[in-house]
Every structure is written in structure tokens, then in C-alpha cells.
């Protein structure tokens, strides 16, 4: 690699559900990475449940490590979450949430907030409306995000997850219909995969409006350590070091395989890609 480097990999806390926050820190310490990517779920941050206190409490936990946060992604794949919903309620609702979490982003110390554009029925019968819906609500949170100088990065989904924003060409038509400087394009590599798609892909369309990676292996499906899968992850290195890319890799594993003794995948991940790294 010419230009890719170790302090470019962060780490997730996704599949440390089942252990304490502190054991996910302690061991992204000992593998030598210096940035995480924060999960906001039970039982590690769940912002409804959380007070002003134990909000500061998770930034110096991360913080007195030498850590960094360079994103914080409230869960929001799952119901009731979804800023495209059919329901006026469910998109009040779904608004509501990712605009308290973009607040409480730079309690955490980070710049960057992940989003998603939720999703319409299946059979495209409220297509227009949900996209249009999607639209004037991402909008809007990166009027908030701008207001607090967090960049939000929209992530391409799968296309059983979304059908609004599931490919290359669907997130592209998205970010141009909202021409928003603080709403910039992301890859996760499994929908990618399936899309038939690549980093390189990506970057001559998007440049500098590619602000996030999720860098993880797959069959083409699962979310990974980097290794278990069948994705040709050292041709994605390659291509994001062609292209010069700055922003950061994270680790999003969240196979339940690696539930039990999560350290192991983070290990393994680790180890791969400082074998090529700068």
C-alpha cells in the first residue's frame, strides 16, 4: 500500500453485545488500533435510556484509552426506525430518533453520524412517496448535522434491507437530489459485493463524497472477520489505495459466530490488514 494506513482502521462494538463496553476498548488497546466506531444499542448506549452523565461517562471511558470516535451508529435497521415509513407517526418518529442522536454526537466527541434512508413496501406500490419521504427527512437532518458540524454518512443497504438506496446508482441519485454539503456516501462491502460492485466503482463516482467504509468479508452475505469469507478484500485495499482514499475502515462484524468470544474476530481482522497496511 502507498497511501492507505493503520490509523485509517477502526474498530465496532457490534459483536460485543454480550460482554461489558470497557472489555470492547480494552481489547481494541491491545490489537494497536486508535479509533472506534460506536454501535448505539443496549446494552452499551441506548440513548432513551441513557442521562447527561452516563453519555460524558462513554466518551471518557473512550477517551482516557486514547481513543477516538469517528462515528456513532444508533441502531436503526431494525423497527421502529425508519424516516420512510408508510405512516406519518412512524416518520415523526423515526425523525425524532436520529435527531437526538445527532445531538448527542458531539457530546460523544465525534463528526460523524450514520443514517440510513429506510425503506418502502416491497412491491414498490409507495415507491415515489417513500423516496420523496426519505429525501425531505435526511434533509432535514443534515440541516441539523450542518447546525452542529456533523457530517452524516448515508449507507448503501441491501436490497432485502432497502429499496430506495440499495446500489451505487441509487445512492448517487440520492445524494444529488439533496446537493448537501454535510451528507456524504458510504460502502458497506457486503451489499456492495452483491451488487456487483467495487470500491473502485465508488470512488470515480462519488470522490471526496465517499466519507465512510464498512470493511468487512462476507459469503457474499454475513458481516465477517476479514478471512472467513470469499470477498476479495486485499482487491478492495488496492482500489481504495488507487484512489487515495483518507477516511476511515471499520471493522462492522456482526456474525452472531463471533458472539462468544468476540475478541478473536477483531484480532484476526486486525492482524490481515496490518500485513498490507502502511
Known sequence: MNYLMKSQVAA????????????????VVENGVSNIELWGAAPHFHLEDMTYQEVKEIRRQIESRGLKLICYTPEQCVYPINIAAPTEAERRRSLKF??????????LGTDKVLVTSGYGYFDDSNKNEAWKWAKD???????LAKHHGIMLALEVLRKD????????PTLKKMLVELNHEF????IDTIPMALSGESPADYLKELGKKLVHVHFIDGNPRGHLAWGDGVLDMNRYLKELDAFHY????????????YFMEPWKSIKQSIEKLFDVLN
Open 246 to 257: 483518507k477516511n476511515i475502515l471499520s471493522l462492522e462484524i456482526t456474525d452472531s459466530r
Open 98 to 107: 436520529f435527531e437526538d442522536n445527532i445531538r448527542v454526537a458531539g457530546e
Open 137 to 143: 427527512g435526511l434533509y432535514s437532518l443534515g440541516e
Open 161 to 168: 434491507e432497502s429499496n430506495l438506496v440499495y446500489n451505487l
Open 12 to 27: 465496532m462494538n457490534i459483536q460485543y453485545k454480550y460482554y461489558p463496553f470497557t472489555r470492547f476498548l480494552d481489547d
Open 183 to 186: 451528507i456524504g456516501g458510504m
